[in-house]
């Protein structure tokens, strides 16, 4: 399991669990989100229900989750100005013989373009099989969603399969390509 305070680097970011200090941060960069860029892509969110109140309950949902193994939700936030860019995130989908999660990753769309997507994730992978001791990391990806394709791939993730109504989303069981990277490749 991973400490709360634990913190990674890179050479532009820090990655690490969310706390009750990033709250306005975290809020200011939601609130500076670009509209939509595309289908994948949120863009700006309604934000009003994310009091203060609202984050500490959140931070401590994720704390709660990762002392239980169910997932570990990292922050990433850039070294030179500690703007919050995104997330990334491992659930866990199976211990024992297996060692086994799925990445998630969002970076805001105000900061796309600019590398942030692969720094953090590379350096996330790492926090995966170094501290959280996965074997095996695997990405979910829409079909058509060419930008997390193209991360997972920069990253050294592989494609494996197309797996066949795998996830229910808009309201409809939908195919995703699985990429995956082993810890023997970090």
């Not at 994948?40 to 109140?53: N, W």
């Not at 994720?62 to 070294?79: P, S, Y």
């Not at 796309?112 to 959280?132: M, P, R």
Request: glycine share 4%; hydrophobic share 35%.
């Amino acid at each position: 399991m991973i400490k709360f305070d634990y913190l990674s680097e890179t050479k532009r970011l820090f990655i690490r669990p969310l706390q009750e200090r990033d709250y306005k941060n975290w809020l200011n960069e939601f609130n500076n989100r670009l509209p939509s860029q595309h289908k994948y892509d949120v863009g700006r969110i309604d934000m009003s229900e994310c009091t203060r109140e609202w984050f500490t309950n959140l931070v401590e949902n994720h704390q709660q989750i990762a002392i239980n193994d169910i997932a570990h939700v990292f922050a990433v936030f850039r070294k030179d100005d500690g703007k919050h860019l995104g997330t990334v995130d491992f659930s866990t989908l199976a211990r024992g013989d297996f060692q086994w999660a799925r990445i998630g990753y969002t970076i805001h769309n105000q900061y796309w373009q600019k590398g942030y997507g692969k720094e953090a994730v590379s350096e996330a992978l790492h926090i995966a099989f170094k501290k959280l001791n996965f074997h095996r990391v695997e990405a979910h990806i829409n079909l058509d969603n060419s930008a997390s394709i193209h991360l997972a791939k920069s990253v050294g993730m592989e494609f494996e399969c197309i797996r066949k109504g795998f996830i229910f989303e808009h309201d409809e069981w939908t195919d995703h390509r699985v990429y995956y990277i082993n810890s023997m490749k970090q």
